[in-house]
């Protein structure tokens, strides 16, 4: 049909801007159709905001039961050597706990099918490195189940530097809609918390 349209002299303009949208679109669908847990499509520019370079956390919901959010600027490091900078964190003296606390937001217009969610986290518990801290969750979920990742994060020796580990869930989407986002609930265990780099990639199944 593009061809015909191509070679019709009297196609108007509303007939070739229709159709370059249907072939923009026929492409996006070819493209995600290729798409397995092996070879995901990234779609992470569907977060808004996903690391937080403006030094804000615009974009997200951020919800407290006593503990506030706050943002850092320093240099810290994921486990696997990268550096992360320029993240929401929340902190409360060693001696203490944080409250729960959440931060999300609401993801429309995606393809149907499963996705893995990613994000860079730090949790830690300052006045006993070798504390279990508890509580943290990374997680993702259409309308069916919510998918939650909680793995224990290493602390520093010293208490000082913020050690990230990424943190991954997979969650299926059937209306396009999906909420994303890391929290802290139940009974919370370490004082300082920390989130960065958030990736969506969609891995097939539509």
Sequence with gaps: ?????????????EEIEAAAKALSDDVVEYKFSLA?????????EKINNPAFDGGNANGWTQTTNGSKWGFCTRADANIDGR??????????????????????????GLPNG????????????????????????????GLGAESV???PIPADPAGAAAIFVTHSVEFNVVDGTATIGMRLTGNVVGNWVGVDNFQLFYLGGG
């Design 1 to 13: 049909q593009y061809g015909e349209l191509y070679n019709n002299a009297d196609a108007s303009i």
């Design 36 to 44: 397995t847990p092996e070879n995901p499509i990234d779609v992470t």
């Design 83 to 108: 550096t992360i900078t320029n993240y929401p964190e929340a902190w409360v003296g060693s001696a203490n706990n944080l409250t729960p606390m959440e931060m999300k937001q609401t993801i429309s």
């Design 114 to 141: 499963t996705y893995r969610l990613t994000a860079d986290i730090h949790f830690d518990k300052q006045n006993d490195t070798e504390l279990l801290v508890e509580g943290h969750q990374l997680f993702g979920k």
């Design 149 to 151: 990742d909680s793995q």
